[in-house]
């Protein structure tokens, strides 16, 4: 299949405008007769949802958390991202679309990001007319910050719960038109299908997790916001329920896939501590402005540490190698997030890793606590280093913080064009949800745009386009297709809850979990990739035949929740490892070991390797067919990253 | 593997938890033993444990309502040895740890008790309450589009952080579990008091308050007779102040003839 990415033509500041003037308008006396399903009530569904609804359409919106004020967005920390140039520092629409081309290691649509970057000025001013109490300065205006390395402070923040504020306020957009009756909203109802008729999205099934009923709703277009899939690899930074069965259902039925193996490992959270682990903390990054990163300087002083002979405040300054300095000299501890998960890696791999597990390493405040004082730090980091504690039991005033790297956020996502409709007409992809803006590599404070630009000021425009062609006619709700969907969504329902084996769905999500970070996580082989593949495919048998489910369909069933969303996983994580072993070359958070310069460094392979990767599903256990989206950059000249 | 401390004692705790089928049935306690528990387990992970055992030997897992286990999303609510989110102070059900524990201890587990706050099933309670007072009036009435540049109006610093502490209400509920009336007033006054303080607010400042209390009143959530339980168990320190001002902002909607609704 030819993938089409509908770019309109034109200079690329003019795409947008131009591209709004050219769609269809529906006419506003038609809205009203327009359903859209919105799946997900994160910061893209709510944004969406809401929108759609002002403009006059029928949303029903879906989220399996018992509100939407419970999604993933609510737990995202440091800030958000607009080309505002408050700080009259530079900052600029094209600096902020610069920028995120080069952070995504240019595997991103030139055009998208441009868009991203235009109206990521209009969701502050949506934002604060919505309530959404950001950090101001005394004299009233609203602050900035600079994140994840920018050089301009470009980043809108509330405190440390940026996401929170920011949810809230969809959140309350979404419950204006819930209480208009211009959406109707499905809380703890979980998609597990779509519904294609002739091609296009019609309608979903769900399920109702408190009564276990299945539902059918139709629908003149489906947009799904349903988030990313990093816990594919169990541990993550995301909340326990984020998973990938919407957008994987959605493949299955024709969407394409693309780049899933773009995971971003965020470098500073918790480490493990133990097997029972269930979900790992992120550090904010604004962290790594003061602290310094260390490992003890040799092999031996990491083992006495380990056993614990040792107290990491008897280490002497030129027994620590503070490793990020020594290396990048002009970026210190402040590289990009993917160098500094990797040169981690990197330590603890050569013995030097600290804690009783040996997988951490240092982040270290006592200079700055001695520039500052422990009040000038705890103003700067209190609730941080007070979660610290709760977590860890230690107090890092006293003593440095230990972190690892961990899975935090996919790039990669459903295939989306321009107008971010999936593969299948009708049927729309937004958020983390869509393999996005974000290229390889997502920089800091962009998620939050992202999600927010789609919903606000992307999709109310484009999908009056598809709708525009619509005929305003209720959709059939008898056509055979919804039945089908249905009773297939109840055989896989029936087939869980009769498997009765031994083993629990968290035991098998933590089996594929250790072999994606093994083989598909900071640094990848081909060798690695191979095996992984074959692990999977074992794993994902032995699920079918020894997977032990209790209780019934029909009442709350958290196990049989799990049960879906891991067969899921199970099929997701063999096509990440596919896409990792087709990708010949390191870029972003796609690291593989084959493809790497003298000094370790990523060799990316723009030659071959500019495009867009998307997976187009098969049938079951058929190799899926790689589709490329070349990749054309007319405005950002490629260039190596250094940061030496 | 070991924990962070390594000299940290793995404990041995008798828990008696809520089981209840579903929303129509009676629910009663239930003993279990938990085993190898490590104090640097959060207390979800602890029941994680127990649900894998449970689930090993057949018998159904334990329902209960958590997501970020890191404090934010408001899912958690467990009511811990008679106290809304456990015994530690300013902390949810997910952030507290094992190691607020003891070697034998016997931990009481229930949901949060309410009627405006049904039980679901075992731990696990309805608060869509919550969500319809919010679209009773908890937001101001903006659509998409054609708004003030963010930086129009000004707003003291003071006044935006105030604002701020308000908003972190996380919706878990605990206040209405903690109170002996079963009030929402906490929750209620934490929207009111964010949306009346910021200058966004102030259109429909008096409807709002008086269309959300009138919803609170209608979920059956009891009178507020300022005790200040909700204060004390909220775990993100939501002041009893926005009370104050819920009261000061509804005696004044109530005192004007020209509100409507
Ligand atoms: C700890 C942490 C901190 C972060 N900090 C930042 C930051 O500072 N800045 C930034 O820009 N980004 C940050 N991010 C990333 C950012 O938070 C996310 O990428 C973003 O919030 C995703 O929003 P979303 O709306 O796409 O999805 P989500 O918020 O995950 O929402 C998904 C929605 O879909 C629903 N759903 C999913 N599947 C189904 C289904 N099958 N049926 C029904 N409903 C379903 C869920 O109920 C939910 O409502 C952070 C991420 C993490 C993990
Ligand atoms: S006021 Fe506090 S206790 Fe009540 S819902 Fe909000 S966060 Fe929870
Ligand atoms: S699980 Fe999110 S606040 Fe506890």
């Not at chain 1, 399903?37 to 958390?65: D, M, P, Q, R, W």
């Not at chain 1, 495009?611 to 990749?631: F, I, T």
């Not at chain 1, 007319?634 to 260039?639: A, D, I, P, R, Y």
């Amino acid at each position: 299949m030819i993938l089409d990415a509908k770019i309109p033509d034109g200079p690329i500041a003019e795409k947008w405008d131009k591209h709004k003037f050219n769609v269809k308008l529906v006419n506003p006396a038609n809205k009203r007769k327009y359903d859209v399903i919105v799946v997900g009530t994160g910061l893209a569904g709510a944004s969406a949802a809401a929108s759609l609804a002002e403009l006059g359409y029928n949303v029903k919106a879906f989220t399996f958390h018992d509100s939407p004020r419970r999604a993933h967005s609510i737990a995202a920390q440091g800030g958000i991202n607009a080309a505002k140039n408050y700080q009259n520092d530079g900052d600029s629409v094209y600096r902020l679309f610069y920028d995120t081309v080069k952070g995504g290691d240019y595997r991103a649509r030139e055009a998208n990001v441009y868009r991203l970057a235009q109206v990521s000025v209009n969701i502050i001013d949506q934002c604060v007319a919505q309530g959404v109490p950001f950090a101001r300065e005394y004299g009233g205006l609203l602050a900035n910050r600079s994140f994840g390395g920018a050089q301009v402070s470009r980043t809108f923040y509330a405190r440390g719960q940026t996401g929170q504020q920011l949810l809230l306020g969809a959140y309350s957009a979404l419950s204006r038109q819930v209480a208009y009756g211009k959406v109707k909203l499905y809380t703890r109802s979980e998609m597990l299908d779509v519904v294609i008729i002739d091609g296009q999205a019609r309608g979903i099934i769900t399920r109702n997790l408190i009564t276990g009923e299945i539902q059918q709703h139709a629908a003149h277009a489906v947009v799904l916001a349903t988030g990313g899939y990093g816990n594919v690899f169990y541990l993550s930074t995301n909340a326990k329920y984020c998973n990938v069965t919407a957008a994987w259902r959605a493949h299955k039925k024709g969407a394409f896939f693309a780049n899933p193996c773009f995971t971003q490992i965020h470098p500073t959270c918790i480490p493990v501590s133990g097997d029972y682990q269930s979900k790992l903390t992120l550090m904010s990054e604004s962290l790594r402005n003061d602290g310094r990163v260390w490992v003890p300087k040799t092999v031996e002083m990491a083992e006495r540490l380990r056993a614990g002979q040792i107290h990491v405040n008897d280490i002497k300054e030129e027994d620590r190698d503070y490793f990020l300095e020594r290396k990048y000299p002009a970026f210190g501890n402040l590289v990009p997030r993917d160098v500094a998960s990797r040169n981690a890696k990197q330590m603890c791999d050569e013995g030097r890793g600290v804690g009783s597990s040996g997988l951490a390493v240092y982040l270290d405040f006592s200079e700055i606590i001695k520039r500052i004082g422990a009040d000038g730090v705890s103003q700067k980091y209190g609730n941080l280093f007070a979660m610290y504690e709760k977590i860890t039991d230690e107090d890092p005033y006293k003593q440095p913080m230990r972190i690892y790297p961990a899975v935090h956020y996919t790039m990669g996502g459903l295939w989306v064009d321009y107008n971010l409709q999936t593969t299948i007409p009708g049927l729309y992809a937004t958020g983390e949800c869509n393999f996005s803006d974000h290229g390889a590599n997502r920089l800091g404070a962009s998620a939050l745009m992202q999600g927010l630009a789609d919903g606000y000021f992307v999709i109310p425009y484009t999908i009056g386009d598809y709708l525009a062609k619509t005929k305003p006619v209720p959709v059939d709700a008898k056509h055979p297709a919804f039945a089908e969907a249905e009773a297939a969504v109840r055989e896989r329902i029936s087939k869980f809850l009769s498997i009765n084996g031994t083993r629990t769905p968290d035991d098998f999500h933590k089996a594929l979990g250790h072999i994606m970070w093994e083989y598909c996580g900071m640094a990848r082989t081909a060798e690695g990739l191979q095996h992984a593949k074959k692990e999977i495919q074992k794993l994902r048998k032995e699920f079918w035949q020894d997977l032990k489910v209790v209780g019934v369909n029909d009442d709350l069933n958290q196990t049989l929740e799990k049960a879906g969303r891991v067969a899921d996983f199970l099929e997701l994580g063999e096509l990440m490892v596919d896409d990792a072993y087709n990708r010949n070359e390191s870029c972003g958070g796609h690291f593989r070991e084959e493809y790497q310069d003298a000094k370790g460094e990523a060799k990316r392979d723009d030659e071959n390797y500019a495009y867009v990767a998307a997976w187009e599903y098969m049938g079951d256990n058929q190799p899926e067919r790689l589709n490329k989206e070349p990749l054309e950059f007319e405005n950002v000249k490629l260039s190596t990253r250094s940061y030496e | 593997m070991a924990g962070s401390n390594p000299n940290a004692k793995p404990m041995n705790l008798t828990l008696k938890v809520w089981r209840q089928q579903n929303r129509n049935t009676q629910g009663n306690i239930v003993d279990y033993q938990v085993r190898d528990i490590s104090p640097d387990m959060s207390f979800l992970e602890m029941l994680d444990v127990l649900n894998e055992d449970l689930l090993r030997k057949g018998d159904e897992p334990v329902a209960f309502d958590h997501d970020c286990r890191e404090g934010i999303c408001g899912s958690c609510n467990l009511f811990i040895n008679g106290r809304a989110h456990g015994p530690e102070p300013g902390t949810t059900t997910c952030q507290l740890h094992m190691r607020k524990f003891s070697d034998g201890d016997t931990i009481t587990i229930e949901p949060w008790r309410a009627e405006a706050f049904p039980v679901n099933k075992d731990l696990s309670v309805d608060r869509s309450a919550f969500d319809r007072i919010i679209q009773a009036g908890g937001y101001v009435s903006v659509n998409t589009g054609g708004v003030p540049d963010a930086n129009e109006i000004p707003i003291p610093k003071s006044i935006a952080d105030q604002a701020f502490d308000a908003a972190t209400c996380i919706g878990c509920g605990a206040c209405v579990a903690a109170c002996k009336n079963a009030s929402a007033m906490l929750f209620v006054s934490a929207k009111v008091s964010q949306l009346a303080l910021l200058p966004q607010g102030q259109v429909e400042r008096k409807t709002r308050v008086e269309n959300m209390i009138a919803q609170m009143d209608k979920e059956g959530f009891g009178a507020c007779t300022n005790i200040g339980s909700c204060a004390a168990e909220c775990p993100v320190g939501i002041s009893l102040e926005n009370i104050a001002i819920l009261n000061r902002e509804f005696l004044a909607a109530k005192a004007t003839s020209n509100n409507l609704a």
